[in-house]
């Protein structure tokens, strides 16, 4: 290859790179959920805790969960590539809190 060609080639693949480093962009989502059964601190522990996995990280393509007492809230930032609002709906519902219109899959022990 001579240097010419080198010359070339060097800029064609830099552009083929950066195009294709766009196709593999993290979305990064935030959602914001009802949750009318969030009221104490220990509800807000208990929603941080629905979306950590053992080693205390959040659960994959989970950044952050920001549980609000005085809204009865959550707001959720994920990765809407590996994840969608209903899954979180799901995991909310799973540990025993309405989230939006889903309703809890159990009801919680203090609940009964």
């Not at 195009?19 to 601190?41: H, I, K, M, S, Y």
């Amino acid at each position: 290859m001579n240097n010419r060609s080198i010359i070339c080639t060097l800029p064609c693949i830099a552009l083929m790179l950066a195009l294709c480093g766009g196709c593999f962009r993290q979305e990064v989502r935030t959602a914001e959920f009802d949750v009318p059964g969030l009221e104490t601190a220990q509800d807000a522990e208990a929603m941080r805790e629905a979306f950590r996995e053992d080693d205390g990280g959040w659960m994959p393509g989970v950044y952050e969960v920001t549980p609000n007492i005085e809204q009865n809230s959550v707001v959720i930032q994920y990765n809407s590539d590996a994840l969608r609002r209903m899954n979180l709906e799901y995991r909310i519902a799973k540990h025993g809190y309405r989230a939006d219109s889903r309703p809890p899959a159990e009801p919680r022990p203090d609940m009964e």
